[in-house]
């Protein structure tokens, strides 16, 4: 298993609740597919973007570090762009 950290940036207007829902979605997806969260925090609050991205001007982003077999980075990736309420993602390994 290699170590890995993803950087999203989700929807400003959800509600607490509705985050909840979404950070505990991301989690499921990678111990769906072999891995384990090692550490998961809200980065930042609403930060305004430089350009639009899907018409929002602004979102917030949220670090994830986990475990993943490197077959299943793919596959959670898809997951996360089908999700309409990720904005973005960038998935990177750590040494």
Do not use: C
Request: hydrophobic share 45%; aromatic share 12%; charged share 25%.
């Amino acid at each position: 298993m290699n170590k890995y950290e993803a950087m999203f940036i989700i929807k400003p207007e959800l509600s607490e609740e509705e985050r909840k829902v979404l950070f505990a979605q991301i989690a499921d997806a990678i111990t769906k597919h072999g891995g384990e969260v090692t550490n998961a925090a809200v980065w930042s609050e609403r930060r305004k973007f430089f350009f639009p991205i899907k018409k929002h001007l602004e979102g917030v982003y949220y670090l994830a570090a986990f475990n993943l077999p490197p077959l299943a980075v793919t596959d959670i990736r898809h997951a996360y762009n089908l999700n309409e309420n990720i904005l973005r993602v960038l998935i990177s390994k750590l040494e």
